[in-house]
C-alpha cells in the first residue's frame, strides 16, 4: 500500500533557531502534500497545500514566510519552522496521494513531534 | 466541502461490532465520503472510502444510505486495538483536494 515517510519522528530545538522536517512518498509519486499541525486534544489543521514545482499554497493564519515548504520533486515535500517559538511546539503531519490513480486516498505520515524550548 | 457530524465518543465490546454513524446532509452528487482514524499520537490511518455503493475491505465495511445523507462505518469484530478518534470526511475526488478534519469520534474498545 501507499507509504508515507516522515522525519524525523520528533525534535527539540531551542527558540529563534530553524527545524527542517521531511515528507516522502515511497513508492508513488505525488503532485500534491498536505501540511497539517495538531495541538494537544484537537483535530488536524490544514496548514498548507505543497504543490510541486511551484509556490505553497497557505490556508488564512498561516505565516508563509514563517512555514517555509518546498515541493522540489514528485516524492519530497519539506516543511522549516523558521525562527521558532515555543507556540510553535505541536505535531506536524504531512500526507500525500497517488498522483498517478484516480480517487486515490490521502495516505499520512506518522507524524513530527517538535518541541521549542 | 459538505460539512459531518458525528457523536463525541461511543464505547464498544471487544470482539463485538462497532457501528459509527456520520452524518452528511449537505454532501454533493461528486463528494466522497472518507473514514479515517487516529490511534493517539500517530498520523491518521485511511480505513475506507465510498461514493454511492457500499464498501468492504479488510479492516472495515461502509454503508451508505441511498440518499447519501448518511453513512455507517462498521468494524465487524473490534480489538482493543482499534481504539482510536475516527474521522468521517466528505471530500471531492481527486489528488489535490484536502481533507478538512472534525473533532470524529473517539471510540473505545472495552475488554
Known amino acids: 500500500g501507499a507509504v508515507v515517510s516522515q522525519h524525523p519522528s520528533w525534535v527539540i530545538c531551542k527558540s529563534g533557531t530553524s527545524v527542517k522536517i521531511e515528507c516522502r512518498s515511497l513508492?508513488?509519486?505525488?503532485?500534491?502534500m498536505f501540511w497539517y499541525r495538531q495541538f494537544p486534544k484537537q483535530s488536524l489543521m490544514l496548514m498548507a497545500t505543497s504543490n510541486e514545482g511551484s509556490k505553497a499554497t497557505y490556508e488564512q493564519g498561516v505565516e508563509k514566510d514563517k512555514f517555509l515548504i518546498n515541493h522540489a520533486s514528485l516524492t519530497l515535500s519539506t516543511l522549516t519552522v523558521t525562527s521558532a517559538h515555543p507556540e510553535d511546539s505541536s505535531f506536524y503531519i504531512c500526507?500525500?496521494?497517488?498522483?498517478?490513480?484516480?480517487?486515490?486516498?490521502?495516505?499520512f505520515g506518522n507524524g513530527t513531534r517538535l518541541t521549542v524550548t | 466541502d459538505a460539512k459531518t457530524t458525528q457523536p463525541t465518543s461511543m464505547d464498544c465490546a471487544e470482539g463485538r461490532a462497532a457501528n459509527l454513524p456520520c452524518n452528511h446532509s449537505?454532501?454533493?452528487?461528486?463528494?466522497?465520503v472518507y473514514w479515517y482514524r487516529q490511534i493517539h499520537s500517530q498520523g491518521p490511518q485511511y480505513i475506507i472510502h465510498g461514493l454511492k455503493n457500499n464498501e468492504t475491505n479488510e479492516m472495515a465495511s461502509l454503508i451508505i444510505t441511498e440518499d447519501r445523507k448518511s453513512s455507517t462505518l462498521i468494524l465487524p469484530h473490534a480489538t482493543l486495538r482499534d481504539t482510536a478518534v475516527y474521522y468521517c470526511?466528505?471530500?471531492?475526488?481527486?489528488?489535490?483536494?484536502?481533507?478538512?478534519f472534525g473533532k470524529g469520534t473517539l471510540l473505545t474498545v472495552n475488554p
Open positions: 470526511i466528505v471530500r471531492l475526488g481527486g489528488s489535490n483536494y484536502k481533507l478538512t
Open positions: 513508492d508513488f509519486q505525488a503532485t500534491t
Open positions: 500526507s500525500a496521494t497517488n498522483a498517478q490513480r484516480n480517487n486515490s486516498p490521502l495516505h
Open positions: 449537505t454532501i454533493s452528487g461528486n463528494e466522497y
